[in-house]
């Protein structure tokens, strides 16, 4: 049997595509909650927030400006 697990060509491309999507939208979803997370921690007045919201939002403009 091959690696994948008697699928066709267009079938495991398919597959292919799906976990990359899978993973990009991971992603998406983490710098996103990150970026919330230190905004909210900003909000309450924690030490360090501000300079977190700054990088977070760096960070997900970023990796939005490489993955269109």
Same mark, same amino acid.
């Given at each position: 049997? /091959? ?6 060509? /267009?079938? /495991? ?56």
């Amino acid at each position: 049997m /091959s690696a994948h697990y008697g699928l066709n060509s /267009s079938e /495991s491309h398919q597959v292919s595509n799906s976990i990359a999507a899978h993973k990009h939208r991971t992603r998406l979803h983490v710098l996103r909650d990150r970026l919330k997370r230190a905004m909210r921690d900003e909000k309450r007045g924690l030490p360090g927030a501000k300079e977190r919201v700054a990088a977070h939002r760096e960070k997900r403009a970023a990796y939005r400006a490489s993955h269109p």
